[in-house]
């Protein structure tokens, strides 16, 4: 029994970094912060285009999706983050935040007091932009955010295809208009990742009052009647427990959060009772709910070597290493998806619907569609922005060792197929516009040059795959399809909270990760302040 603790935060991802860095700000609390994964020491984690070497191996849970149905019953891969600063540390570093009608949909949905104009000081105090200012951004704030420096030819040339397809260019995606195409800001300092492990947790290692706790794996939360007070973990092989005088927060992400919530008797009563798990709380919507960004990627195939897959080469690898360590610039310094857009798959669409990413390269991510062996690629990837399909996460085994059934149950909406093949009919589109067309041999793995919707249903169908963007597990709002209120405290037991991408009450129209980190500020200042 390790006693004396305020606050323990379980989970050392986005939000967990950030709760424990703020918390400990007050010299007279004491907080511990558990992580399953390792310490964020390794080098690929820091140097921007490293993302392409995290998304497979122990940086990550290994985690796979059951059988998808609507999308030719595969298994899917499943990336999410096991290292402190969690899916921060290993994430491909692009900053936006998500529309204000998203925000404002939340409070619509339940989430009182989670419209834009309530969470933009959120946005703006996480924030230390190198560029930007005023009213959008912030600029003293933990998260470093900056431009990236030397883009490659072909992200220029995506970007102007963008713009002779009829996309505006967009300097600002997390500014007044967020349609239009352009460079992605990314979660870099000084060329260098900054994830909330660096950001936030980094300078606060050196407090007394937070105890830092890796390779530690939680078993279950621990309750008094009906209060959280301590947590259960294995830690070097021994079984250990960490009690909490105030709160435990959790922050294990919308899969490893209503995994472990289940584990310790709050769900499905009836998913509890198969699984011989004594119900503490009966909260059904814990794990459902489960929305993902359903991404499809296309190549092509380039005339020339001039997208970064030249740097797969072993020598033209070594002096991109030595020039950025030298210089902390050139390709290592790029963090592959470069530029992207939003943009409407129909002019009734009163915001966008649908949003690229451009990388300058193919097959960077694991499992990911290349060129032909030893030829030079690029890929877009576009996914439906506010997918109507929602899955689950359920128990595989009372064994916190043991992944539980992730179902995303991707295009299960036949609006979200169509759409789907919409954005990559969009994609071959812009791949055929004269900036790109210039340098493309061929654009890989379609029967025509001018592919129809159907061919392209079928394309989505067997290629597309997550964009790590899983929330809405433990959703915040009211009534019986919630499960924390808009304080983020848990329904039916005292002293627990969830702070993480699960509460989202519905998917973002945007990556995730700045959201992510908005809850925890926030959740922040609701402990700090007595709510």
């Known amino acids: 029994m390790t006693a004396g603790f305020d606050y323990i935060v379980v989970g050392g991802g986005s939000a967990g970094c950030v709760l424990a860095s703020r918390l400990s700000e007050d010299p007279t609390v004491k907080v511990c912060l558990i992580e399953a994964g390792k310490r964020d020491v390794h080098p690929f984690i820091h140097i921007p285009a490293g993302f392409a070497k995290m998304t497979a191996g122990p940086w990550t849970w290994g985690l796979q999706t059951v059988p998808q149905k609507y999308a030719n019953n595969r298994n899917i891969a499943y990336v999410q983050g096991r290292v402190l600063g969690g899916g921060s540390s290993i994430n491909a570093e692009v900053f936006t935040r998500g529309h204000p009608s998203d925000f404002d949909r939340w409070e619509q949905e339940g989430a009182t007091g989670w419209a834009f104009k309530d969470v933009q000081k959120y946005f703006r105090q996480s924030e230390e932009n190198s560029i930007l200012s005023g009213t959008w951004h912030g ?44 460079l992605y800001q990314l979660t870099v300092r000084n060329q260098r990742r900054c994830s909330t492990a660096v950001g936030y947790l980094r300078p606060a290692l050196t407090r007394k009052n937070l105890k830092v706790v890796t390779n530690a794996l939680v078993l279950r939360l621990l309750f008094d009647g009906r209060k959280a007070s301590g947590v259960q973990y294995v830690e070097g092989g021994k079984v250990k427990v960490a009690a909490a005088e105030r709160e435990i927060l959790v922050t294990s992400g919308a899969i490893g959060t209503p995994k472990l919530m289940m ?26 709910n489960l929305q993902d960004h359903y991404g499809v990627d296309i190549v092509a195939e380039l005339k020339k070597n001039i997208s970064l897959d030249k740097y797969n080469k072993l020598h033209n690898m070594a002096w991109s290493g030595l020039q950025y360590a030298v210089f902390g610039t050139g390709p290592a310094a790029s963090n592959i998806v470069e530029a992207g857009a939003f943009w409407r798959t129909s002019p009734s669409v009163k915001v966008p619907d649908i949003q690229f990413h451009f990388l300058a390269g193919a097959g960077a991510e694991a499992g990911v569609m290349t060129v032909p062996k030893g030829q030079a690629g690029i890929t877009l990837n576009s996914y439906l922005l506010r997918p109507k399909s929602c899955g689950t996460v359920r128990l595989n085994s009372t064994d916190a060792r043991m992944a539980p059934l992730v179902d995303p149950n991707f295009l299960s909406h036949p609006d979200d197929l169509r759409l789907a093949a919409k954005g990559v009919m969009l994609s071959h ?48 709002g009211a009534g019986p399809d919630a499960v924390v209120d808009p304080f983020l405290k848990v329904y039916g037991v005292d002293g627990l909270r969830i702070c993480d991408s699960s509460v989202m009450p519905s998917l973002l129209g945007s990556n995730t990760n700045a959201a992510t980190v908005m809850i925890a500020e926030r959740a922040a200042e609701f402990i700090r302040t007595g709510f």
């Open 139 to 182: 600029t003293t704030g933990p998260l470093g955010v900056s431009d990236l420096a030397d883009p490659n030819v072909t992200t220029q040339a995506f970007v102007q295809s963008c713009q002779e397809m009829g996309l505006p260019y967009n300097r600002d995606f997390n500014g007044a208009q967020q349609e239009g195409a352009g």
């Open 263 to 288: 584990l310790s008797g709050i769900g499905p009563a009836e998913h509890l009772k198969q699984h011989g798990i004594p119900v503490i709380q009966d909260l059904a919507a814990v794990g459902e």
């Open 429 to 476: 589109e812009i791949f055929s516009q004269p900036s790109l067309q210039k340098h493309i041999r061929e654009i890989c793995f379609f029967k025509s040059k001018k592919p129809s919707l159907d061919e392209c249903e079928a394309y989505a169908k067997q290629y597309g795959r997550t964009s790590y963007h899983p929330t809405c597990t433990c959703r915040m």
